[in-house]
């Protein structure tokens, strides 16, 4: 015989005026202390500042892909010495690879995982790979990869993903007071802005950065620099949808519509 278990029971309490009061007073105490504890959580979670430094993979194997490159190049074209020295230098750039894929993967699920909205900056990689004392640092960063992460991994998890516009002086913007600095070269990484705020490069930028995503993710509405809007100079807010009016011809004055012929 099949034995019916209840998951739940349901009742109804009609507390008298005193037991009321006392019922209210509870839960008000429990309420402002719930309160208390999450503004104090959300006031550490916002004041912790993690960097996330370059691992430099590549640099970590890098005499080992030069001595294996070596002892490819003086080896035979088309000996079996020299295939099994391609096979080394292969393992090597592999290994670099695959150390470099899982610090990304874990990264971008911890930064997903963690946050309701990411916000990022919309960098031109192939421009900055141009400049000969960085771009072995940039190419090992793997940025774009990154990004290809976040933005799949966003879609997975249900978290929204802002990318700040290129032109966003992240870096040159004071985040106390908005004033922005006529120059910002890399090798400044403190600055002292006319209100008298001292700024870490990187900090400031990162707050700007996450600020200026949040306010688009509210609004709706793209970051864009604030020298030029967009490329055809409009305003970035929320433009009217206009008429189409090319090739429609217009009444004139005291003209009356003709009814259209029916088509055959």
């Known amino acids: 015989m099949a034995r019916q278990v209840k998951r739940a029971f349901r009742y109804r309490f009609y507390p008298a005026d005193g037991q009321a009061a006392e019922l209210s007073r ?7 202390v719930y309160n208390k504890a999450l503004e104090e ?9 993690r960097r996330i430094s370059n691992p430099r993979h590549e640099r970590r194997d890098r005499a080992r892909l030069a001595r294996a490159q070596r002892e490819l190049s003086r080896k035979a074209k088309g000996s079996a010495n020299r295939e099994k020295a391609r096979r080394k230098v292969a393992r090597v750039h592999a290994r670099i690879a695959d150390r470099r894929r899982d610090f990304l993967h874990q990264l971008s699920t911890r930064l997903v995982r963690e946050n309701q909205v990411v916000v990022i900056e919309d960098l031109s990689v192939r421009n900055l790979l141009k400049n000969g004392r960085l771009a072995r640092a940039i190419s090992d960063a793997s940025w774009t990869e990154l990004r290809s992460m976040l933005e799949y991994k966003c879609a997975w998890y249900g978290r929204e993903l802002v990318v ?8 040159k913007l004071c985040g106390a007071c908005g004033t922005v600095a006529a ?8 600055w002292t802005c ?4 001292t700024h870490d490069r990187d900090v400031n930028a990162a707050r700007n950065v996450l600020t200026a ?3 688009a993710a509210a609004c709706g509405d793209g970051v864009r620099s604030q020298r030029e809007s967009s490329r055809t100079r409009q305003s970035s807010m929320k433009q009217e949808p206009q008429r189409a009016t090319a090739g429609t011809p217009r009444l004139q004055a005291g003209e009356e519509v003709k009814p259209a012929r029916p088509r055959r």
């Open 164 to 171: 700040i516009d290129r032109f966003f002086p992240s870096s």
């Open 194 to 197: 006319e209100c008298g705020t």
């Open 213 to 215: 995503g949040l306010a």
């Open 41 to 49: 959580r959300t006031r550490a979670w916002y004041g912790e500042q």
């Open 26 to 32: 509870a839960f008000g105490c429990v309420r402002l």
């Open 183 to 190: 120059k910002m070269p890399l090798n400044v990484r403190t």
